[in-house]
T-cell receptor, first 114, second 114 residues
Framework: DAMVIQNPRYQVTQFGKPVTLSCSQTLNHNVMYWYQQKSSQAPKLLFHYYDKDFNNEADTPDNFQSRRPNTSFCFLDIRSPGLGDAAMYLC?????????????FGSGTRLTVV | QQQVKQSPQSLIVQKGGISIINCAYENTAFDYFPWYQQFPGKGPALLIAIRPDVSEKKEGRFTISFNKSAKQFSLHIMDSQPGDSATYFCAAIDRGSTLGRLYFGRGTQLTVWP
C-alpha cells in the first residue's frame, strides 16, 4: 500500500546530541511536511518542501533543519536537542493545494531527550 | 494566533450517546474543513471533511454541521462507541494556496465509557 513511513518509531537521544528522523513516501506527492506535536497539543508545522523548494515557518528554531534528497525521502535534523524538543514528530505529504484527501500523515517518531 | 478554535478540550460520553465538538474560525479564505482522528501513538487520520457551500455532511455515525455566516462548524458522533475514544482535531485549509497548509484546532480528547 502507498503510504508515509517514519523511522524510527521511537528515538531516545542525549541532551545536545544531534539526531536525525527520517520519512519516506511511496505516494509521489509534491509536498512533504514536518510537524511537531507535544503532549495534548495540536500538531505544529515546522517546515515543508514543495518539490525541492524549502519553506521554513517563522517560529521554527534554528536548531531544526531538514533535507529532501529526492521526492521520496525527507529528513528532520535536530542539531542540539534540548529537553523541550521531546515530542512526537509527524511527517505528512500532499499533492499540494486542493487535494485534501491526499494529505497523509505517517505514524510519527516519538523523540525522548535524556 | 490560533486560526481555528476548538472546544471542549475534553469530553466524556456514555456509550450510545452523542458526542459534539465545536470549532470556529476567522479567516474567510479557508474553504475546506477536515476533521482528524488520532489514536495514541498514531498519526492523525482524516475522518470526514466539508466544503463551505454545504451545510451538513454525514458519513455513517459522523456528521459535520457547517454554519458559514457564523464561521463555525461542528462534529457530531452519533451512537458513540468505546472505540471512538481518541483525540479529534478540526482543521481548516485554504485550497487556493499551493502549500495546502492545515491549520489545526487544539484538539478534543473524547472518552466513551461503556
Amino acid at each position: 500500500d502507498a503510504m508515509v513511513i517514519q523511522n524510527p518509531r521511537y528515538q531516545v537521544t542525549q541532551f545536545g546530541k544531534p539526531v536525525t528522523l527520517s520519512c519516506s513516501q511511496t505516494l509521489n506527492h509534491n509536498v512533504m511536511y514536518w510537524y511537531q506535536q507535544k503532549s495534548s497539543q495540536a500538531p505544529k508545522l515546522l517546515f515543508h518542501y514543495y518539490d525541492k523548494d524549502f519553506n521554513n515557518e517563522a517560529d521554527t528554531p534554528d536548531n531544526f533543519q531538514s533535507r529532501r534528497p529526492n521526492t521520496s525521502f525527507c529528513f528532520l535534523d535536530i542539531r542540539s536537542p534540548g529537553l523541550g524538543d521531546a515530542a512526537m514528530y509527524l511527517c505528512a505529504t500532499s499533492r499540494g493545494g486542493a487535494d485534501l484527501y491526499g494529505y497523509t500523515f505517517g505514524s510519527g517518531t516519538r523523540l525522548t531527550v535524556v | 494566533q490560533q486560526q481555528v478554535k476548538q472546544s471542549p478540550q475534553s469530553l466524556i460520553v456514555q456509550k450510545g450517546g452523542i458526542s459534539i465538538i465545536n470549532c470556529a474560525y476567522e479567516n474567510t479564505a479557508f474553504d475546506y474543513f477536515p476533521w482528524y482522528q488520532q489514536f495514541p501513538g498514531k498519526g492523525p487520520a482524516l475522518l470526514i471533511a466539508i466544503r463551505p457551500d454545504v451545510s451538513e455532511k454525514k458519513e455513517g455515525r459522523f456528521t459535520i454541521s457547517f454554519n458559514k455566516s457564523a464561521k463555525q462548524f461542528s462534529l457530531h458522533i452519533m451512537d458513540s462507541q468505546p472505540g471512538d475514544s481518541a483525540t479529534y482535531f478540526c482543521a481548516a485549509i485554504d485550497r487556493g494556496s499551493t502549500l495546502g497548509r492545515l491549520y489545526f484546532g487544539r484538539g478534543t480528547q473524547l472518552t466513551v465509557w461503556p
